[in-house]
């Protein structure tokens, strides 16, 4: 039933709500720090150590083999030159110069870049080295010098006091096979940090160049436990190494048993409400009950008292005396008594949500000839005069016992609250969908614009002098709109100058 599936989703509601809050508590309560551990970082440091001392020898090595291509300049055998110099990674030529004033003639001997420029003009940077005084010092015999390019570097040296060997190089080259050399040497000995605990990497300009260690990433925004420069003529190497980290929990309590109270709380009085919903829903749906189980009971006394006033009216043979008259009173209270059982019966029906529709093939215009025949006593005897204009004569495939109840209610709703007007007109007609259109108007008060949604409303009857008096639920017209909607229809308050009409749609269950 409704209510059981509204009680659940209350109290899944609440206990989702307490969940929410007691995790939302947990969450803000645990707090994460990180700690090193104390680890013995010598390892690390011999590691270091053995780093700068490879790259001093590669520095060395690297002079080494350009001071080998100078001494062979001296045989003049330019194309064993140019040979010599492909297998040295970085080095863009090699040039002989000699001093300002002497009759040597500036040449590019060898390299990958050989252009007619690169003579004195290519070492404007470095003019001190073609003085003469240069020449004839007696300082040093070879050296570095920052090239006229940017990333360039010069070595030069001096053969006697007559000519100057410079070859010109490449410094993001040779840093890029130093990179390359790093890793894959084994003159690094790796083995002294392969066992520590943390990570360790070698870094260049924030990128790993090696990486070793049992952790294979540093845990960021942790401290290095060692950063260890190394560095030659080209570029600066970083050995970082960090300590292995541990997270210890901690937990802030008052946030805690704040929010675990709270969350409880929640759930408590969930349970509280829920509890309080569900007995009163119980109680309600007994109340129902008992008014549906009542309703059954009155249809047998209801139908009895029908049938014997119908005997008793025919064995009145042509008497239009007082007895006539008191019978046709039974038979209209009777009546009347019945409609109000039948509209107790589909209220409780449609709060179970058990509408049950039976279709069959009908003529409207002669169900609501009957239903009009069921009220003609009564608007006699209020002098309300009745109209019909009847357009829908054939055959209609719809609920009879729906339809009739639905008409019932709105010509019940005249005779209660219409009947100064002293007229009621009934039409109907098939509409140009086959919808079977009914309308019911009146002549009386009317209904104020602000309350057309209102009367539809169950239990709720309009305040007013008119209604001053008058007995009846408040169901009629709620009944009537949510069979209509039932159907596959609509029951609808239509704009009018005087009185109230209400106007019927209902579809052809056939199509």
Excluded at 26 to 32: D, G, H, I, P, T
Excluded at 360 to 379: A, G, K, N, W, Y
Aim: charged share 25%.
């Amino acid at each position: 039933m409704r209510s059981s599936g509204q009680y659940r989703w209350i109290l899944f509601a609440g206990m989702l709500l307490s969940a929410i809050v007691i995790c939302s508590s947990a969450f803000l309560s645990r707090q994460v720090k990180t700690e090193t551990e104390t680890v013995d970082i010598a390892p690390v440091e011999d590691f270091a150590e053995a780093v700068q001392l490879e790259l001093n020898r590669l520095e060395n090595r690297y002079e080494l083999r350009l001071r080998e291509v100078f001494r062979s300049i001296r045989g003049v055998e330019e194309f064993r030159i140019r040979e010599a110099t492909k297998e040295i990674h970085g080095l863009i030529n090699v040039s002989v110069l000699y001093p300002e004033g002497s009759i040597g003639d500036d040449r590019v001997v060898a390299g990958s870049e050989i252009k007619p420029e690169m003579t004195l003009r290519a070492y404007e940077k470095s003019k001190h080295l073609l003085e003469g005084d240069f020449f004839h010092s007696d300082g040093p015999v070879s050296g570095w010098e920052e090239g006229k390019e940017e990333g360039q570097y010069y070595f030069w040296e001096k053969v006697g006091k007559t000519r100057l060997h410079v070859a010109t190089v490449s410094r993001d080259d040779l840093i890029e096979q130093i990179d390359t050399w790093l890793p894959t040497t084994k003159r690094l000995p790796t083995e002294l940090v392969a066992g520590y605990a943390g990570n360790l990497r070698i870094v260049r300009k924030g990128k790993a160049i090696l990486q070793t260690g049992l952790v294979s990433e540093p845990v960021k925004d942790v401290a290095f436990s060692a950063v260890i420069p190394a560095r030659n003529r080209f570029a600066t190497w970083t050995v970082f190494a960090q300590n292995p980290v541990k997270e210890r929990v901690q937990w802030r309590l008052p946030i805690l048993l704040g929010g675990a109270i709270l969350g409880l709380g929640v759930a408590l009085a969930t349970w509280q409400v829920s509890s309080a919903y569900r007995r009163a829903t119980h109680l309600a749906e007994q109340r129902v009950s008992f008014v549906n189980q009542a309703s059954h009971e009155l249809r047998t006394p209801i139908t009895n008292i029908l049938i014997h006033s119908d005997l008793a009216a025919d064995s009145l043979e042509d008497d239009t005396g007082r007895a006539g008259e008191k019978i046709d009173l039974i038979r209209e209270e009777a009546g009347r008594l019945g409609r109000l059982v039948d509209n107790v019966l589909t209220f409780s029906r449609h709060e179970r949500g058990r509408f049950n529709f039976s279709y069959s093939s009908i003529v409207p215009d002669e169900v609501l000839q009957q239903c009009m025949d069921t009220f003609r006593p009564s608007f006699r005897r209020t002098e309300i005069a009745m109209h019909f204009d009847g357009g829908a004569s054939e055959p209609f495939r719809t609920d009879s016992d729906a339809l009739s109840q639905i008409v019932t209610n709105l010509l019940s709703n005249v005779e209660k609250y219409a009947a100064i007007g002293k007229e009621m007109k009934l039409r109907s007609r098939i509409d140009e969908s086959g919808n079977l259109k009914i309308r019911v108007s009146d002549q009386g008060p009317g209904i104020p614009p602000g309350s057309a949604s209102k009367v539809f409303r169950s239990f709720r009857r309009l305040s007013s002098e008119v209604s001053e008096g008058v007995s009846g639920t408040g169901l009629g017209l709620s009944i009537a709109r949510e069979l209509a909607r039932g159907m596959g229809g609509d029951l609808q308050l239509l704009a009018s100058e005087t009185g109230a009409t209400f106007e019927l749609t209902l579809p052809d269950s056939s199509v």
